[in-house]
């Protein structure tokens, strides 16, 4: 089968002008300490959905992600470890690490986050190649597309493989998956297909 270039120009993925963005800390999280309504930690649940809001309400232009933080103790200073996770409509998925400061633990508390400035990894979802896969197969060999299953991410290194299995109208078939090319600018990746016994 012939090779999937994933090479559309990705418009706004990440930018510099993050740092220093601000919001407010939900108290909802965490244990509370004796005498007092702030709690001793603020979760990761809660730190990830309120700096990724912030990072989208701020800059409208941002490819929409989600973010996973992890817990951090409530007060001055303290950082969380934070990775933004980007699915794109054609398939490509970019991760990015990021930080969380909280520099205020009076009200309702504040942070600042700060975006790395390149990705940690890229590739392409397996929902995605799937889809690909039966597509190319479907205008090979005829009739409906298969159905099948692939694993949830194809990480954009060359050589990285998958298998995915595809189930057609004669049968089931195993799909080895290789990552021929990647661009790293457009967190792109190109793969090829090879059914396998």
């Known amino acids: 089968m ?6 559309t120009p990705l418009l706004l993925l ?12 939900d108290r909802d999280g965490g244990s509370e300490g004796e005498g007092s309504s702030r709690p001793k930690t603020l979760d990761g ?5 309120r700096a990724n809001a912030q990072l989208e309400q701020e ?18 200073g303290a950082k969380a470890r934070c990775m933004r996770t980007v699915v794109l409509d054609d398939g490509r998925l ?3 690490g990021a ?4 520099d205020e633990v009076t009200g309702s508390g504040h ?17 995605s190649v799937l889809a690909d896969l039966a597509k190319q197969y479907a205008a090979k060999y005829g009739g409906r597309r298969p159905t099948g299953s692939c694993p949830p991410y194809l990480a954009g290194k060359v050589g990285t493989t998958m298998t995915c299995r595809l189930k057609t109208r004669d049968g089931k078939l195993r799909i080895r998956v290789k990552v021929s090319r990647v661009d790293k600018q457009a967190y792109s990746t190109e793969y090829l297909f090879k059914a396998v016994e």
């Open 2 to 7: 012939t090779p999937r270039p994933m090479s």
């Open 14 to 25: 990440v930018a510099v002008a993050f740092a220093g963005c601000g919001g407010s800390t």
């Open 45 to 49: 649940p809660t730190i990830a959905a």
């Open 59 to 76: 800059n409208p232009d941002l490819a929409h992600g989600q973010l996973a933080c992890s817990d951090v103790k409530y007060e001055v």
């Open 94 to 96: 970019v991760r990015i």
């Open 99 to 102: 930080t969380v400061a909280i």
């Open 111 to 127: 942070f600042t986050i700060r975006v790395d400035d390149r990705p940690t990894e890229f590739g392409v979802t397996g929902a």
